[in-house]
């Protein structure tokens, strides 16, 4: 297995030991593929904010869980019995890892990752907050953590980040604080990312908390992208009011396979009334007219047939990470960023968004970039197809904040552009390429990145003209095709079974 970050950290000896063997357990590591050159390579996987890879150590614990496992709302067989104890186990392994007081805290899994979870926040409080018709997020926000509001609040007010010394920073409190004063009264919560999607810019949670705390307001924390890179106390934190009311995360990017979404929220704001979802599992009793949602939580949050294998393989993926320790974690992946950080802008050619000065800024997971005057779709081919390098292109589900970066980069790059002239530009050019980091990503895959990105940008004419774009917006090689079919279909796996049996 290759080595990992530098020892300059803290880290003790016992957790980096136990970082590498988890981080060499990852599935899908080794995975050797043909190139555009004719030759094979082990794929470098630069997706994880997309979604993580999947850990041996969860696979492992899944198979052996596997045998017994039923339907948790069974309640008297051996294998609903045990189904139903490791899925609670599930839920309380959530509470520790995010810090949860366990007294005050409820968690509880939804449908559809993320997504699923801050609809469910949005919908719930809408309801449970009269007279506060105002959310407060930013415009660094996924999608996820924007459309809920806008579809169940009246109005959704986004902050700008602050303006960094070369480029965006993270979200400008002050502008949340004006916020929050502009409408007081009437917000319901501050809701934002704990680390962007497209930057990885940290933001300051606990300072936005305190500030929402003080206008009467909650704090919501959208931690798809945190949950797997920075540590986070939701719960007796020093200052009481730095306690995050509810936190929203997903298992796809921690580990775990599937996507169950998980809330972790202040038991109140989901008690009382009739949860947002109905169905089996959250009643005490239904008649042909009336029923009564069960008080016990999570149960009421939890209606219909939970994905029971995806959150008992959360509650393994996060019980792995903490005998780790996720201050290690963080800590090993500060230097690999840094290191990304100092690799990429060595090179002129390549654009990096947002500010780069990290003791102002810190980082975790992703970064996202441009080979300067090359369509990021264009550069995200040639990773893949010449190097094996899995990245992500395009906008991120972060459309506002791309925008805002892409037009504030063409300004810089160009101060005599008009103001429609930089926006049609903006549009033409909207989108990135973002690298992101999992706990299997070493120094050598960021400097494989480099070498990449510094080869395509000195042969760009070579590269260039081995594409074509296709209609829909992309860009595809001349001649080498890849073929997944060839290399996996789910019909001949099931064939190949019969054929073995
Ligand atoms: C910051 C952030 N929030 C929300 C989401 C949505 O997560 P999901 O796809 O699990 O719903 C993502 C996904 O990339 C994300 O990065």
């Known amino acids: 297995m290759q080595q990992r970050a530098s020892s300059t950290h803290l880290a003790t000896k016992a957790a980096r030991a136990l ?47 596997q045998p017994y496992y039923a339907n948790t709302h069974s309640t008297v067989h051996f294998g609903a019995r045990l189904s139903t104890q490791e899925y609670r186990w599930a839920h309380d392994m959530v509470l520790d890892f995010v810090g949860a007081d366990k007294d005050r805290c409820t968690a509880f899994f939804v449908g559809s990752g993320t997504t699923g979870g801050m609809n469910r926040v ?33 109005t959704v007010v986004h ?33 934002v990312t704990g680390v962007s999607n497209v930057t990885g810019i940290i933001n300051p949670i606990r300072e936005i908390a305190a500030l929402a705390h003080a206008h009467g307001a909650l704090m919501v924390v959208d931690a798809a992208q945190m ?11 020093p200052d009481p009011a730095h306690d995050i009311d509810i936190v929203v995360f997903s298992g ?43 008080a016990a939580l999570p149960d009421r949050e939890e209606a219909g047939t939970p994905n029971i ?28 960023m840094q290191l990304a950080l100092t690799k990429l802008s060595a090179n002129p050619e390549i654009a990096i968004y947002g500010d780069t000065d990290t003791s102002r800024y810190p980082r975790a997971g992703a970064l996202s970039f441009n080979v300067r005057g090359m369509h990021h779709a264009l550069t995200a081919a040639i990773l893949n197809d010449y190097f094996n390098i899995a990245v992500r292109n395009q906008c991120f589900c972060a459309h506002p904040y791309v925008r805002e970066m892409v037009t504030e980069a063409l300004a ?23 690298a992101s980091f999992g706990i299997y990503t070493t120094r050598a895959d960021v400097e494989t990145l480099a070498v990449a990105l510094d080869d395509i940008a000195a042969r760009r004419a070579f590269y260039e003209a081995q594409y074509e774009p296709t209609p829909a917006g992309d860009y595809q090689h001349k001649t080498f095709r890849f073929e997944p079919e060839s290399v996996f279909n789910v019909r001949s796996a099931v064939d190949g079974w019969f054929e073995r049996a």
């Open 309 to 336: 294998t995806g959150a008992i393989g959360l509650g393994a993926a996060l019980y792995a990470l903490h005998r780790i320790g996720m201050d290690t974690l963080f800590e090993e992946e500060t230097e690999l």
């Open 252 to 294: 796809h990017k921690i580990y775990a396979p599937g996507s169950p979404g998980v809330v972790v929220a202040r038991r109140e704001l989901f008690e009382g009334g009739v949860p947002v979802e109905v169905g089996g599992g959250m009643v005490d009793d239904v008649w042909l007219d009336r029923f009564t949602p069960t």
């Open 19 to 65: 970082l590498d063997k988890v981080a060499g357990c990852a599935i899908g590591l080794d995975l050797e593929l043909p190139i555009a050159t004719g030759e094979r390579r082990r794929r470098i996987y630069l997706d994880s904010t997309a979604s993580t890879l999947r850990l041996g150590v969860v696979q492992d614990a899944l198979d052996h869980y």
């Open 227 to 237: 949950i797997a890179h920075v540590p986070i106390r939701m719960s007796g934190n």
């Open 159 to 191: 902050a700008p980040p602050e303006c960094g010394a070369t480029s965006m920073g993270c979200v400008d409190i002050k502008a949340i604080e004006r916020a929050l004063e502009a409408n007081k009264g009437r917000v319901a919560y501050v809701s």
């Open 412 to 434: 810089a790059a160009d101060s005599e552009l008009t103001a429609a002239e930089l926006e049609a530009l903006a549009e033409m050019q909207r989108g990135m390429v973002r």
């Open 122 to 154: 949005a919908a719930t409080l809408s309801q449970r907050m009269p007279g506060r018709d105002v959310v407060i997020t930013s415009i660094m926000e996924h999608h996820s953590n924007d459309l809920p509001h806008r579809k169940y609040f009246k």
